[in-house]
């Protein structure tokens, strides 16, 4: 699956949404567990600046491409034989292939969102 990080990006439906609200269930990738992981935001975010997962496909010179996909709008939920329900990531949701110089790929990594908190 490559590697796949959780930063903030910017989702023009999210935006249009005034999302990310409070309670707004989201889909994150663990830190420490590596495994995605369904959450609630604490409190309301600004318009259309909301989390996004994004998986590094290729680096080839000094250039990287990627995916990325929404983590609010990227998801659906499912519910198993016995009641519960689960937030799935939707494949189908991830972007085309993009591309970024690696020295912007490797800001991004390091950048620790500071700001942008929901």
């Known amino acids: ?31 420490s567990s590596n495994a995605l992981k369904a959450v609630l935001a604490i409190r309301n975010g600004r318009a259309g ?7 590094l496909r290729k680096v080839q010179e000094d250039k990287v491409f990627y995916q ?15 009641g519960k329900k689960w937030l799935c990531l939707d494949e189908s949701q991830w972007s085309t292939w993009k591309k970024t110089t690696l020295s912007n790929w490797n800001a991004l990594v390091l950048f620790k969102d500071t700001g942008f908190e929901i």
Request: with cysteine; net charge positive; proline share 2%.
């Open 68 to 82: 990325r996909v929404c983590c609010i709008c990227g998801h659906y939920q499912e519910e198993t034989e016995d």
């Open 49 to 55: 600046f909301v989390p996004h997962l994004y998986r």
């Open 1 to 31: 699956m490559g590697t796949i990080i959780t930063r903030i990006g910017f989702c023009e439906v999210c935006f249009k949404e005034k999302r990310a609200k409070t309670n707004q269930k989201l889909l994150l990738l663990g830190s």
